[in-house]
């Protein structure tokens, strides 16, 4: 065995590492890795995922919160099965265990095998031809039915909230929306008891009846019945009996996500005033029954969302917002940036959200943009009475505006923001952010931020650190810096380090460090504040904190646009130029180009697009075999011809049978040629703007000749 190690240094090789362990079971027998509590929060939760695949070997494991236990067998008695591996879209996974399967009697039959693409898509390659590992393939519609398994097997998500608040329509919306089956705990309790609720209550045994009947379905539904791949809505009273509140509390406990639904009361008590299907509440009472019943749904959930009509959207939005929700609390999607790539988050600095809704100026303001950041201490909201209640609609309000990612920001005035709070409020708005489903939130490194790390679930925390001077945060040889890295390490999953140049050679200092601290396992944002450190923040890897022009100040000096950094870019041939065109005919009088080239013009992109008109797909040969081509949209009459000149077909293009996008891509470590078609995505899109979400058993007439669609 490995005895005890701290791998707190490299917490992704602990992967390898556990399946050496696995058959190490001299001294002992069991080796225990320590310091890696951000596994439990990568591409999945890799230290249960360890043990749940190590098991499939017959190896026990045990998952700690900050580590593994691994108990060892000699490698010839592992089971002489073939255990099929899920590797839950995961890199590092999938190398791991297969490096475990060389090994064992019966080898192994690894899932996603592709998920190796974004680090290392030559290992199945590099694993036969250079270690000798005799590997085969697998049919690829196994993956499907495995990714489907483990989308099914995921926790229910409980809704609780007042009667009339929308829990019905919302969670109708999302189990449409994602696949899951929809329980209304009134309406399953109205069939298994075979009364209806005003019967019950209208009995002899009355609301105490109805409540005994209420817990032990939800027990059942819980534990039983729906325990996984539902959506359950429950009553308004629900968290009226503790037996209730406590299976809702162990619900939490095992990772099931419970939200409550934040009601506009006025809006509420409208609708209950007309609604007869249920016990009325007595006269005017109905606010004083929430304000009662408002620190027990705090109690007994785990996320939040605001159910405001006078939102951007109404309610078609509304449904939008809930679905993304619900989507982030199961792990179903949680809309993260791909870090894979340079992506940028563009900073507001408005002391109301509310500002950017005019002329759809939000929309011009992350052009270019992945994600955004809500720097709440610039908020007029952060320094008023009731901060959480106007915080949360300032939150709302974003997201209603836009479908990008929220980067959650407090900046504290040391670190050169805005908020001059104390701790204590500035980790309550901070775990609130958690609670409404930011996908990133930013936390200062110090003895708060490991508790919001730990509490973070589907959130990803960016433990931040700012030096305004440039004093204290060296990127050469400091021991400040290292130590600092080291902490954010522990309390974040991405780290962030902010610096101030002053003089140019610090931008070549902090790439040195980028250089040597950032990979896509372990992220980093390392950058230089004002107008000399501008270089740093052109060369900054992930998530760069960008400004626009039409943002009326910038959240910190030296902040510059996604134009602007993709203007340097190019310049510094970081960013290659490249040729893309419609192809087709006729298209002389399309305005494909025109719209092209104002957007690569806007982002300061050195792209160019222009018309190929050809009838042959033949005519294409030449484009596609240009160095420097970068894509083609390809219309009638090759939607289908162009298929045979293609690499492969994306699912999509497959299913349809024609082609509008070819893609240049590296697949199988060779130059291929990706053909995809949008078309679907732009029907699915104007009926999702047009009609919410919850359409998909619609019947829609899509009108055409054929082989465009």
Not at 140 to 162: I, L
Not at 600 to 621: D, I, Q
């Amino acid at each position: 065995a490995l005895g005890e190690i701290d791998m707190e240094p490299m917490t992704d090789a602990f992967l390898t590492a556990s399946v050496l362990a696995a058959v190490a079971p001299g001294n002992g027998g069991v080796s225990r890795i320590r310091g890696i509590a951000n596994q439990h929060v990568k591409e999945c939760d890799r230290i249960e995922a360890m043990c749940t695949e190590l098991a499939r070997f017959g190896v026990t494991a045990v998952n700690h919160a900050d580590g593994i236990d691994v108990h060892a067998r000699p490698f010839n008695e592992l089971t002489s099965a073939t255990p099929s591996v899920h590797c839950y879209d995961d890199h590092r996974v999938a190398m791991s265990f297969s490096v475990l399967a060389c090994l064992a009697p019966g080898g192994a039959e690894l899932r996603e095998r592709r998920c190796v693409g974004k680090t290392w898509p030559q290992w199945w390659d590099v694993l036969a031809r250079d270690l000798g590992a005799p590997i085969a393939g697998a049919d690829p519609k196994e993956e499907h039915v495995e990714a489907e398994a483990a989308k099914v097997s995921s926790p229910s998500v409980v809704v609780v909230g007042m009667r009339g608040a929308g829990k019905s329509s919302l969670s109708k919306a999302a189990a449409s929306a994602l696949g899951l089956a929809y329980v209304d705990m009134d309406e399953y309790l109205e069939q298994q008891v075979g009364q209806t609720i005003p019967e019950i209550i209208a009995s002899e045994g009355g609301w105490p009846a109805f409540r005994a009947h209420e817990s032990r379905l939800l027990a059942q539904v819980l534990t039983k019945d729906f325990a996984t791949g539902a959506i359950i809505a429950c009553g308004g009273g629900v968290v009226e009996a503790p037996e209730n509140c406590a299976l809702l509390q162990r619900h939490m406990s095992s990772n099931g996500a419970v939200i409550c639904i934040t009601p506009n009361m006025d809006q509420v008590a409208e609708f209950l005033s007309q609604d007869k299907t249920r016990p009325a509440y007595a006269a005017g009472d109905a606010r004083d029954v929430y304000e009662r019943r408002k620190p027990l749904y705090s109690k007994v959930s785990n996320y939040e969302m605001l159910v405001d009509k006078r939102l951007p959207g109404a309610w078609p939005r509304i449904e939008q917002e809930f679905v993304r929700l619900v989507a982030l609390a199961s792990g179903r999607d949680c809309n993260r940036v791909d870090l894979a790539h340079s992506s940028y988050f563009v900073s507001l600095t408005a002391k109301d959200v509310g500002e950017y809704l005019e002329n759809d100026r939000l929309a011009a303001v992350t052009a270019g943009a992945h994600a955004v950041e809500l720097r709440a201490d610039l908020l007029a909201a952060i320094d008023e009475d009731d901060v959480l209640a106007k915080l949360q609609w300032q939150f709302a309000t974003l997201r209603h505006a836009t479908p990008l990612p929220v980067v959650f920001t407090v900046r504290t005035a040391a670190q050169g923001g805005a908020f001059h709070g104390s701790d204590a409020q500035r980790m309550a708005i901070l775990h609130a952010a958690i609670r409404w489903g930011a996908e990133y939130v930013d936390v200062e490194v110090d003895t708060h931020a490991a508790a919001l790390y730990a509490a973070r679930r589907n959130s990803i925390i960016i433990a931040s650190h700012h030096d305004p001077t440039g004093r204290q945060l060296r990127w050469s040889q400091c021991e400040f810096t290292t130590e600092i890295l080291h902490r954010a390490r522990a309390c974040g999953d991405i780290v962030k380090l902010i610096s101030f140049a002053n003089q140019w050679s610090d931008n070549l200092d902090c790439l040195e460090f980028v250089k040597r601290h950032h990979s896509l396992e372990t992220p980093l944002i390392a950058l230089n504040m004002g107008y000399e450190g501008q270089m740093s923040r052109v060369l900054c890897p992930v998530l760069t904190p960008v400004t626009h022009p039409l943002l009326a100040a910038k959240a910190a000096p030296g902040q510059i646009s996604v134009q602007q950094i993709n203007v340097a870019r190019a310049t510094a041939g970081l960013l290659p130029a490249r040729k893309m065109a419609l192809c087709g005919t006729p298209i002389q009088h399309s305005p494909s180009p025109a719209m092209h080239n104002a957007a690569f013009s806007a982002l300061g992109l050195p792209h160019v697009y222009g018309r190929l008109e050809t009838a042959e797909a033949n005519g294409l040969a030449e484009l596609f075999a240009d160095p420097e081509f970068g894509g083609a949209s390809i219309t009638i009459p090759l939607k289908q011809s162009v298929i045979p000149l293609l690499t492969q077909l994306t699912p999509a293009a497959r299913r349809i049978g024609a082609v509008n996008t070819v893609i240049p891509a590296t697949l199988g470590g060779k130059s291929a040629l990706l053909g995809d078609n949008t078309d679907y995505l732009g029907i699915v899109g104007c009926l999702r703007r047009s009609q919410a979400v919850a359409f998909s058993k619609a019947t829609a007439l899509v009108v055409g000749a054929g082989g465009t669609t």
